[in-house]
């Protein structure tokens, strides 16, 4: 029969593609762990992982069941953590994954809550796109995904379950003077991560004209370093700019629909009462975003420039 230590030890080699850094994840020596591999090779009878030169790959076969072990540990470890946190969320681990401005602006805050509320639960993270926390989620190894959505982002798969947490305003980022998209029509322009610079592509089309992309980072620090460098113009969201802001910019905040933010999660209602406290924390960070961003807006005098519009520019810091 095949055991869920197999499967931990398949699921390693392959996200490591070595049984040597694998046996090291796990604490085994590496005849131990390539004595597992053999067993469940017997157990399945079949052949699972092939010699290249001086390593291994996984054959299609090993893939397929390594892909299928990566959703069954998840599920047997989220589970784990909903038992133990049945008794008044006393102990136990909730996880989440979110993309990179959330995690320097929202998480930190809804962390902090979840402590001072439940002091016994654990919180795990893992920083990475909107695409593979969603994948993370589904295949048991995170209990909350947050992700961005724009208006025109495809709907995500029948089981994902998606709770508004916030909407981010957009921003032009310019080494000089602010202006609007269409007055940086023969700019070199910086792309961000997939969904953004698809995001980029349309709001600069409907301007009139079709982005110059020099350069790619999904580093908002990193965007904006290159904006100030001369390298180019790019939009940002609102929460990058509250976790880091390069006085050598101009910000400029675009009239068009914000991306909103929300918390996805998987399966049936209810959740457990782990991923409950937690997306309660992250509404309470939300909320508090929101107030401070509103405040900032109201005190600042704040103007928006239009995507189309040349003549309504105004410059924020």
């Known amino acids: 029969m095949v055991s869920l230590v197999?499967?931990?030890?398949?699921?390693?080699?392959?996200?490591?593609?070595?049984?040597?850094?694998?046996?090291?994840?796990?604490?085994?020596?590496?005849p131990s762990l390539s004595h597992h591999l053999a067993r469940l090779e017997t157990e399945t009878g079949a052949?699972?992982?092939?010699?290249?030169?001086r390593g291994i790959r996984l054959t299609e076969a090993g893939r397929l069941l390594a892909e299928r072990a990566a959703e069954i540990i998840g599920r047997v470890d989220s589970a784990a953590a909903e038992l133990s946190t049945l008794v008044g969320l006393r102990a136990g681990?909730?996880?989440?994954?979110g993309f990179g401005s959330v995690m320097s602006a929202l998480v930190p805050r809804a962390a902090a809550?979840?402590?001072?509320?439940?002091?016994?639960?654990?919180?795990g993270l893992t920083d990475t796109h909107p695409g593979d926390a969603l994948r993370l989620l589904r295949g048991g190894q995170v209990d909350v995904?947050?992700?961005f959505r724009f208006d025109e982002t495809a709907p995500e798969e029948d089981g994902v379950r998606l709770r508004h947490l916030l909407d981010d305003p957009l921003y032009l980022l310019t080494g000089g003077a602010g202006g609007t998209?269409?007055?940086?029509?023969?700019?070199?322009?910086?792309?961000?991560?997939?969904?953004?610079?698809?995001?980029?592509?349309?709001?600069?089309?409907?301007?009139?004209?079709?982005?110059?992309?020099?350069?790619t980072t999904d580093d908002m620090v990193v965007m904006q370093s290159l904006v100030a460098a001369g390298l180019g113009v790019t939009t940002i969201p609102g929460l990058a700019l509250?976790?880091?802001?390069?006085?050598?910019?101009?910000?400029?905040?675009?009239?068009?629909?914000?991306?909103?933010?929300?918390?996805?999660?998987y399966g049936d209602p209810p959740d457990p009462p782990a991923?409950?406290?937690?997306?309660?924390?992250?509404?309470e960070a939300a909320a508090l975003i929101a107030r401070t961003d509103r405040a900032k807006r109201v005190l600042g005098g704040e103007r928006l420039t239009s995507v189309t519009s040349v003549t309504d520019v105004t410059t924020g810091r």
């Open 93 to 97: 681990r909730v996880r989440l994954a």
């Open 275 to 283: 991923t409950t406290a937690l997306l309660a924390a992250l509404d």
């Open 145 to 147: 995904a947050v992700i």
């Open 47 to 53: 052949r699972l992982l092939q010699r290249v030169g």
């Open 181 to 215: 998209l269409a007055d940086h029509r023969d700019a070199a322009w910086i792309g961000g991560c997939e969904r953004c610079r698809a995001h980029l592509v349309e709001l600069c089309e409907q301007a009139g004209f079709t982005p110059r992309l020099t350069s």
């Open 6 to 30: 197999q499967l931990r030890v398949l699921d390693a080699v392959h996200r490591h593609g070595s049984v040597t850094a694998a046996a090291r994840e796990l604490h085994y020596t590496q």
């Open 113 to 123: 809550v979840l402590a001072e509320r439940h002091p016994g639960l654990e919180l």
């Open 242 to 265: 509250s976790a880091h802001r390069d006085p050598a910019v101009t910000v400029t905040r675009l009239d068009v629909p914000p991306r909103r933010v929300v918390a996805a999660t």
